[in-house]
């Protein structure tokens, strides 16, 4: 089975922090990928990653940057959070072989007080 | 623009009854289809696909309706259960071009009434 981890399920941080989210996949997956979901605007694609040191800016990018160092591992980091980025996040990952199946980590619900 | 859409947000079936989740699609160069299941407070699991030369696909008590004539696709769960509460989204894809992200719906909220 495909297994995408995440490395918190809740975080709380403070305006202007600096912020890390992580995500590891077991699969070989090429590509990797964030998005946010928030009530009523569904999944909407931050940022996406197709080979180790590659990304590709998704559909909402400002705010957020990305680094792919390892192909297992995909990090989303807000550089200085907002409330506005108050949100799940949800990272998902993918075969270049296949159909674009993407398989989903657990999700990060993050506040920013 | 391109768009992926829901026709329901909400849907509530009794128990035992057959569900049936519609989605639009507005991309005629869409070629595969995805329907994902997210339960409360977990990511999005994949459950079914399609491609755009089928237009029939069943697994295990669900099934994929895919009419690209009028660009619509359905999922239908026969002899629902409780557990089959969820929020509901279709995604597509476009091979051909090597997109590598698929665009998301919106979701439906299914309620399964005991």
């Known amino acids: 089975d495909v297994k995408v981890t995440q490395s918190s399920r809740y975080l709380v941080k403070r305006t202007g922090e600096k912020v890390f989210l992580e995500c590891v996949q077991d699969m070989d997956h090429e590509n990797m990928f964030w998005y946010r979901q928030d009530p009523g605007l569904g999944l909407r694609l931050i940022y996406f990653s197709y080979d180790v040191k590659m990304k590709e800016k998704g559909d909402i990018p400002e705010g957020y940057s990305v680094s792919r160092e390892k192909k297992e591992r995909f990090s989303l980091i807000l550089e200085s959070a907002s409330t506005n980025q108050t949100s799940m996040y949800l990272c998902a990952s993918s075969t270049q072989q296949g159909d674009g199946t993407q398989y989903f980590g657990p999700g990060t619900r993050l506040t920013v007080l | 623009g391109e768009s992926v859409g829901l026709h329901l947000p909400t849907l509530s079936v009794q128990e035992g009854d057959n569900s049936i989740i519609n989605c639009a699609y507005s991309n005629s160069a869409s070629d595969y289809f995805i329907w994902y299941k997210q339960e409360s407070g977990k990511g999005p699991q994949f459950i079914i696909d399609?491609?755009?030369?089928?237009d029939k696909r069943q697994g295990q008590r669900v099934t994929v309706l895919l009419n690209k004539t009028v660009k619509h696709l359905s999922l239908q769960i026969a002899a629902t259960q409780p557990g089959d509460s969820a929020v509901y989204f279709c995604?597509?894809?476009?091979?051909?071009?090597?997109?590598?992200?698929?665009?998301f719906g919106s979701g439906t909220r299914l309620q399964v009434q005991p």
């Open positions: 995604a597509e894809n476009m091979m051909d071009t090597g997109r590598r992200a698929l665009t």
């Open positions: 399609i491609r755009s030369n089928m």
